[in-house]
């Protein structure tokens, strides 16, 4: 084995190891020690097997690392989002890109099923994951019951 750079989430960390996952190619990499990082970290950098036996891996460089903040935002989806939803079915993703970076996906959702809908998206370790290959630092969930629509909103900063 060798080593592997990317960009890598925390998925776990104790004070002595952390488990980080390649959020291109999800393998995930247990390292035998941990540098100071805390869940949902994200790292641009590289990991390399620990000898001798090289089972548990170590960070060797970092290049950049950030927090990807997940906000439960009070607010409704806008009214471009709900118009994009319009013509969707129940279930369907709709994915814009935003002007500049980052990306919107639109869902459309039961309205009775909304609220554990963007629970699911709140608590799903997958959700920093995108945001990470999106270069987001924030992601924002907003909902209308009314509407049946749900957005998540990957945001750079």
Do not use: C
């Not at 370790?125 to 290959?133: I, K, N």
Request: net charge negative; aromatic share 2%.
């Amino acid at each position: 084995m060798s080593e592997t750079t990317g960009t890598f989430l925390v998925t776990h960390a104790e004070p002595d190891s952390a488990v980080v996952r390649d959020v291109d190619t999800a393998q995930v990499h247990t390292l035998a020690s941990n540098p100071g990082l805390e869940l949902h970290d994200v790292l641009e950098a590289t990991v390399a097997p620990e000898p001798p036996l090289e089972v548990t891996w170590e960070v060797v460089d970092v290049e950049e690392r950030r927090t990807v903040e997940v906000i439960d935002s009070d607010l409704e989806p806008t009214t471009h989002e709900k118009e994009l939803a319009a013509d969707a079915e129940v279930g369907d993703l709709i994915q814009e890109e935003r002007a500049g970076t980052g990306e919107i996906h639109i869902f459309r959702v039961p309205g009775d099923d909304i609220e554990d809908a963007a629970t699911d998206v709140l608590e799903d370790e997958e959700t920093v994951a995108r945001a990470a290959r999106l270069e987001a630092v924030r992601v924002e969930v907003r909902r209308s019951a009314d509407d049946g629509v749900l957005s998540v909103r990957y945001l750079p900063d």
